[in-house]
């Protein structure tokens, strides 16, 4: 069957869902992959029995993206996350202190002086990160301890931190409100990991990876579907994968990632690699959705929001 390609047609006034119907419509290029994939998400989500798994990277909380991520906790659309150390770190520091627009050609010798880390065109002042992380994080795993607790997972800690440390505009906050789980496989990597490395030096503190890793393992196992939504690539991404090989593979599979494929990187390989290890299932609805995930993920998310809504 031939579907021909229409023109937009663009009215004064148009929701956000409106235009993505419309994309699926124009089709070229990337923009009826995105309708693609809201389609797919739609799907997985009404699978009452499909297992919703989320991973992205951390620098996406650095930016207005946390709040889309959010959403997506805080509404239940998701039953799994799995992401990286930077997540909890820029969702502690942004609930207490700003981050601010600033530019990629700007002078990182100058900014060094002032005090001002680059996160491409986020700026983040010393004293919105590291200190404002070390503060609320020495105090937290005090309190753990004093409460007789010697050894937790990533799990846990996510846990603890959305319900100690984090306010509503949280993605650990509404985590922990909704008992969904998250994971960080690389909780070393960032400045969370870093201070749970400065609390051991003077407390016999582990972090039980291996619990992390059987909890996972049980998800999958019970899961009857299973389907993702990936953002960007790294660990995050490539543990998501991972577990659900032991399942026959996602049954849905969304990627939103700006990494190429010719280097053989993880990050860069489309679904359709991912079906010869047998993380993806053969018959899955999926799609690889090129571009960046700041401009793609608000206009998927507010346009799957609108149609689950109408439900």
């Avoid at 650095?62 to 998701?78: C, I, N, P, Q």
């Avoid at 846990?159 to 440390?165: A, D």
């Avoid at 909704?178 to 690389?186: A, D, K, Q, R, T």
Wanted: aromatic share 8%; glycine share 8%; charged share 25%.
């Amino acid at each position: 069957m031939r579907i021909a390609v229409e023109d937009y047609d663009l009215p004064s006034e148009m929701s956000v869902n409106e235009l993505v119907l419309q994309m699926e419509k124009a089709w070229g290029f990337t923009a009826g992959k995105l309708a693609s994939g809201v389609k797919i998400l739609e799907e997985m989500i009404k699978e009452k029995k499909c297992t919703k798994f989320l991973s992205f990277t951390g620098n996406l909380v650095a930016t207005g993206t946390r709040g889309v991520l959010k959403e997506l906790v805080k509404r239940k659309l998701v039953d799994v996350v799995i992401t990286t150390c930077g997540t909890l770190d820029h969702d502690i520091a942004r609930c207490w202190k700003n981050y601010y627009r600033g530019s990629f050609l700007m002078s990182d010798a100058r900014l060094r002086e002032k005090e001002v880390n680059r996160l491409g065109n986020v700026l983040v002042p010393n004293e919105s990160y590291g200190m404002i992380i070390e503060e609320k994080m020495q105090k937290l795993l005090q309190s753990l301890w004093k409460e007789g607790v010697r050894e937790i997972t990533t799990r846990k800690l996510c846990h603890e931190i959305g319900e100690q440390i984090c306010n509503e505009t949280s993605i650990l906050y509404w985590a922990a409100k909704n008992n969904i789980p998250i994971y960080v496989p690389g909780i070393t990597d960032g400045a969370v990991g870093y201070q749970l490395w400065l609390f051991s030096q003077d407390h016999d503190f582990k972090v039980d990876l291996l619990k992390d890793s059987g909890e996972l393992n049980d998800i999958v196992y019970d899961a009857k579907k299973a389907g993702a939504l990936l953002v960007g690539g790294g660990i995050s991404k490539h543990h998501t994968l991972w577990w659900n090989q032991f399942r026959e593979g996602l049954d849905y599979a969304v990627y939103v990632s700006t990494a190429d494929e010719w280097d053989g990187s993880l990050s860069g390989a489309r679904p359709r690699e991912a079906v010869s290890w047998g993380k993806i299932n053969v018959k899955a609805d999926r799609i690889m959705i090129e571009g960046d995930a700041s401009l793609i993920l608000p206009i998927m998310v507010s346009s799957l929001i609108t149609r689950l809504n109408k439900i």
